[in-house]
C-alpha cells in the first residue's frame, strides 16, 4: 500500500503561483510514476501532469504546458506541482496519484485525498 498527501493548496488571484506538494508512504516511493489530477465543480477528473519513477521523463496537459512543472525528490518521498500564471479555470480539487507513467486514471493505482486549489480573478 501507499498512502498519499497533498498540500500546499490555496487561494491565490490570478497569475499567481502555488506550489503543490504531495507527501508518500508505505512502499517503495521510487517504484513509482507519479501523476496528478484534477477535478472542478460539475466537471470529470481530468490528468494535469506525470512523471516517470526516475524523474527523467514528465508529460503534462496541454491546458498546462507552460505553465506547470511537475518534479520529485525520492529521498524524501514527495512529489511537486509548481503551478505558475494561474487562472481562474485552474480552480479545481487537485489530487496525486501512484502508479504507472501515462495520463489515464486507470494507470494509477493510489489515489490522495485531493488539495483544493481556487484562483479567483
Known amino acids: 500500500q501507499v498512502q498519499l498527501v497533498e498540500s500546499g493548496g490555496g487561494l491565490v488571484q490570478a497569475g499567481g503561483s502555488l506550489r503543490l506538494s504531495c507527501a508518500a508512504s508505505?512502499?517503495?516511493?521510487?517504484?513509482?510514476?507519479m501523476g496528478w489530477f484534477r477535478q472542478a465543480p460539475g466537471k470529470e477528473r481530468e490528468f494535469v501532469a506525470t512523471?516517470?519513477?526516475?524523474?527523467?521523463?514528465?508529460y503534462y496537459a496541454d491546458s498546462v504546458k507552460g505553465r506547470f512543472t511537475i518534479s520529485r525528490d525520492n529521498a524524501k518521498n514527495t512529489v511537486y506541482l509548481q503551478m505558475n500564471s494561474l487562472k481562474p479555470e485552474d480552480t479545481a480539487v487537485y489530487y496525486c496519484?501512484?502508479?504507472?507513467?501515462?495520463?489515464?486514471?486507470?494507470?494509477?493505482?493510489?489515489w490522495g485525498q485531493g488539495t483544493q486549489v481556487t484562483v479567483s480573478s
Open positions: 512523471i516517470s519513477w526516475s524523474g527523467g521523463r514528465t
Open positions: 496519484a501512484a502508479g504507472g507513467f501515462g495520463d489515464s486514471e486507470r494507470s494509477y493505482a493510489y
Open positions: 508505505g512502499r517503495t516511493f521510487g517504484s513509482f510514476a
